[in-house]
């Protein structure tokens, strides 16, 4: 039982370049979010996905895409990176009794 | 005002210390609460749920105060692996709400 995962776990882009991040969860939760953690902000929303085929705005959506392939599955895309999005990000999924798991975290740096 | 607010720090308390860290919250519909636990570059870990009547574990007390809208934390006989940043969660809705997270240094 891995919990969360997430790829990659460093990642430096140049402006303008796009990625994916990948997160996937083996617990058979609904409810998977996408995080952004800066200094002196916490942890603010991007997206979430309440169920499978589902996604939602959060906080902070802009410049950010996401995907719900399965329920699995919960991928994050930057399509022209900005040196705002410079971040650490991190994959959630939440279960019936409210506990959210968390991945690792992806250090992003966006020159 | 943000959601949820908390005092950044740090504290800095001698082992053996108890150490006790508010946080308030401006939404009135929250209706649960957390304290996330947050090691330097690690992901948040659940520390404890926040239940209404107040709660224990081990040296960990946490209370709720709807009234005044805050939320604590007490830790009790601090050990050095207590050292962390302590992130304060509310639940408004469907989605939860972060405090910025106080940091804590247990010192030998």
């Known amino acids: 039982n891995a919990g969360v995962t997430q790829t990659p776990k460093f990642q430096v882009l140049k402006t303008g370049q796009s990625m994916t991040l990948q997160c996937a969860q083996d617990?058979?939760?609904?409810?998977m979010y996408w995080y952004r953690q800066d200094p002196g902000m916490g942890l603010r929303l991007i997206y979430y996905s309440a169920s499978e085929g589902t996604t939602d705005k959060g906080e902070v959506p802009n410049g950010y895409n996401v995907s719900r392939l399965n329920k699995r599955e919960f991928s994050l895309r930057l399509e022209s990176a900005a040196p705002s999005q410079t971040s650490v990000y991190f994959c959630?999924?939440?279960?019936?009794?409210?506990?959210?798991?968390f991945g690792p975290g992806t250090r992003l740096t966006v020159l | 005002r943000k959601e949820v607010e908390q005092d950044p720090g740090p504290f800095n308390v001698p082992e053996g210390a108890t150490v006790a860290f508010n946080c308030t919250y401006s939404n009135s519909a929250s209706q649960s609460f957390f304290w996330y636990r947050q090691d330097c570059r690690k992901e948040p870990k659940l520390l404890m749920s926040v239940y209404s009547s107040g709660n224990e574990d081990g040296r960990f007390t946490a209370q709720l105060n709807r009234a005044s809208q805050y939320i604590s934390l007490l830790i009790r006989d601090s050990k050095l692996s207590d050292s962390a940043t302590y992130l304060c969660v509310g639940l408004p809705g469907q989605n939860f709400v972060f405090g910025p997270g106080t940091r804590l240094s247990v010192l030998p």
């Open positions: 959630a999924s939440c279960g019936v009794t409210d506990t959210q798991y």
């Open positions: 617990m058979n939760h609904n409810s």
